[in-house]
């Protein structure tokens, strides 16, 4: 059974420091990894998709990194911001599935000024 | 920019009651999903729906749950008698190509409260 999980829980920084979210997933034999942001009382956003073959997504000040023999992934977060705060989650679809993503645990940070 | 939409915002029901969670998935997509999140733990997957079935479920999605699409643009999930367990926020997400290809979109989702 694919077990997901995401190190820190909590992150506190202030406000310009660049940050790394850690995910690690226990089967490696996955279709690709998602990283998803969730802010309080709201829905899920997805940040990045990274496929199976690849190694490295980016978008804007985001960067997420795949190992998937090793089994982890990670979240660059450049200059961060405030506007940062909220929860990280990382999901994972294994090859046994077509449909479902096994979520991680999260990782709440909160970017101070 | 196109959105999953979901009503209620909020469902207070008392237990043993039916509830029906509404959602209005993004206007081209094919591929349908409810997930929900108990609070304090993990997002987990409930059911994924396409071409107007069921594709996949979780032990989760028993005989208590159901899914439909009574028409183009709804997609809903009803519990029938709830249970004080199944307290949650319920997410519904959908996307276009499948969850294998591309990003799945979310809605704010329904919290659930039992009572």
């Known amino acids: 059974k694919q077990e997901v999980t995401q190190i820190p829980a909590a992150l506190s920084v202030p406000e310009g420091e660049n940050l790394v979210l850690n995910c690690s997933f226990t089967d490696s034999a996955i279709y690709n990894l998602q990283w998803f942001r969730q802010d309080p009382g709201k829905g899920l956003t997805s940040l990045l998709l990274i496929q199976s073959s690849q190694r490295e997504q980016t978008s804007g000040r985001l960067n997420a990194s795949l190992d998937k023999s090793s089994g982890r992934s990670t979240l660059y977060i450049a200059a961060s911001q405030p506007g940062d705060s909220a929860t990280y989650l990382c999901a994972v679809i294994g090859t046994g599935t077509a449909s479902k993503l096994t979520f991680g645990t999260g990782t709440r940070l909160q970017v101070t000024l | 920019e196109p959105e999953v939409t979901q009503t209620p915002s909020h469902q207070v029901t008392q237990m043993g009651q039916e509830v029906i969670l509404r959602c209005v998935p993004i206007s081209n997509h094919l591929y349908f999903y409810w997930y929900r999140q108990i609070l304090g733990q993990k997002v987990e997957f409930l059911v994924s729906f396409y071409n107007n079935e069921i594709s996949e479920k979780s032990e989760i999605f028993d005989d208590q749950f159901s899914v439909e699409r009574p028409d183009g643009s709804n997609f809903t999930l009803k519990i029938r008698s709830t249970k004080l367990e199944d307290s949650a926020m319920y997410f519904c997400?959908?996307?276009?190509?499948?969850?294998?290809?591309?990003?799945?979109?979310f809605g704010s989702g329904t919290q659930l409260s039992v009572l």
């Open positions: 997400a959908s996307s276009d190509t499948g969850v294998l290809f591309e990003k799945l979109f």
